[in-house]
């Protein structure tokens, strides 16, 4: 579970979240969506470590990850695909999989077996994986940076506007890799943050709205989807 207690930070002597409570279960993918400038980045960022709380807490799993230092929070299983995606061009799109495994110094074995489970999650992986990553398009790209979150992500998996710019087939493609990853993956919890909560349809268990750095829970009538 992923529980955000009060937490508010400040950039710039801005403040950009204000007291934000919510509780993700294991199993559940939770939908953050508000406008652009809202704080969905800075929230996400906020909880790989990368932006310092000014105050409250956020605990996965019950732990204190005020405890946990940024570049340690991909050992406890959190996977973090970013919006601009950022995949090393010179590598291919396997070796960008396998390189926050093996950074953590994961066996050969273990690697072998998320790479795997990335690829059933996101089967049009497995024709991707030889391809330099600078031959990806925005799209594949994107299905690229979702393998890559999983190959770490073993409780917590953050989706930074994952369907922003998919053309329709991809947006379809990606949204029944994250159907698969509940299956699969029942104990991992998603936080998928969108400007546009119409793109994610009927994917989330529970949308949050973010407004001007505050958050609150959407009604019934907000989470039906609309076709």
């Known amino acids: 579970m992923l529980k955000l207690s009060g937490i508010s930070i400040r950039l710039a002597g801005i403040t950009v979240l204000r007291r934000v409570t919510s509780e993700s279960r294991a199993g559940q993918l939770t939908a953050v969506v508000g406008r652009n400038g809202a704080g969905k980045t800075s929230l996400l960022r906020t909880i790989m470590g990368l932006i310092a709380l000014d105050e409250g807490r956020i605990e996965l799993n ?85 393998g890559r979150a999983l190959m770490v992500g073993r409780s917590l998996v953050l989706l930074d506007e994952p369907f922003q710019g998919l053309a329709p087939v991809l947006a379809h493609q990606y949204a029944e890799s994250l159907r698969k990853l509940r299956t699969l993956a029942p104990e991992v919890c998603v936080l998928v943050t969108e400007s546009n909560g119409s793109l994610l349809r009927d994917l989330p268990d529970q949308t949050v709205f973010l407004e001007r750095g505050e958050c609150r829970v959407a009604t019934a009538a907000e989470c039906a989807p609309t076709h």
């Open 62 to 146: 019950g732990q204190d990850l005020s405890e946990v230092p940024a570049h340690g929070r991909t050992r406890i299983g959190i996977g973090y695909a970013p919006e601009d995606r950022v995949m090393f061009p010179t590598f291919t799109v396997e070796e960008n999989l396998r390189l926050p495994c093996e950074l953590l110094g994961v066996k050969r074995a273990e690697v072998d077996r998320s790479l795997e489970r990335a690829v059933e999650v996101v089967p049009q992986l497995k024709d991707l994986l030889p391809r330099s990553g600078s031959a990806l398009s925005g799209g594949q790209g994107k299905m690229a940076a979702l």
